[in-house]
């Protein structure tokens, strides 16, 4: 039987998750162009994801062994925050901060061996920056831990738990201690 002050600790984590939604989604976006998608994971997918996280640091050597780290978070967490830029089209300004002179030029595509794809639109990743901020913020300012990860968003893509061309993860916790800054790096 779980304690009924984990049970309120769990909604209150869910609340506040879900507040973290809210702050991303209307978060100011370029030409007011809104490619985000939003998914909050609890109880047994963040098992899954957690595992899936130290599965990728074992098969991918040495070099992403933060991963399992990570993963590790993961499965101590209460909730995870995910938000992703889903079929982000150019902002349309020929600005040249993708690396191309012209939007039309833009090519995105997928990178063989590599977390992501692109390029993207450089103010795409300024939109879920600004989103990513204001939910961080969020949680802080209702005390709970978090931690923006990208190694939660690079497995979360590859299970396709969220759709996206790029994804960050946010875990959430309310312990006595911060476990996402105190820890081994």
């Known amino acids: 039987m779980v304690p009924e002050q984990d049970v309120k600790m769990q909604e209150i984590m869910e609340t506040v998750a879900g507040l973290m939604a809210l702050a991303a989604r209307t978060a100011p976006k370029a ?3 809104d490619y985000l998608e939003i998914k909050i994971l609890q ?5 899954r994801l957690a595992d899936a996280m130290v599965a990728y640091a074992q098969k991918a050597g040495s070099d992403k062994q933060h991963f399992a780290r990570d993963g ?18 150019p902002a349309g300004l020929n600005c040249g901060a993708c690396g191309f002179a012209r939007c039309s030029e833009l090519q995105e595509r997928e990178i063989p061996d590599s977390e992501f794809s692109g390029p993207l639109c450089a103010w795409r990743y300024v939109d879920i920056g600004i989103a990513l901020g204001s939910a961080a ?4 300012l209702h005390n709970a831990d978090n931690r923006m990860m990208y190694t939660i968003g690079a497995v979360a893509r590859a299970q396709k738990l ?3 061309k790029f994804v960050v993860g946010i875990p959430l916790s309310a312990a006595g201690k911060n476990i996402y800054f105190d820890r081994i790096v």
């Not at 590790?72 to 982000?88: Q, T």
């Open 31 to 33: 030409k007011g162009r």
């Open 43 to 47: 109880g047994d997918a963040l098992e």
């Open 137 to 140: 913020k969020t949680a802080s």
């Open 162 to 164: 969220i759709e996206g």
């Open 72 to 89: 590790e978070n993961v499965r101590r967490s209460a909730v995870v925050f995910l938000i992703s830029l889903k079929e982000p089209k």
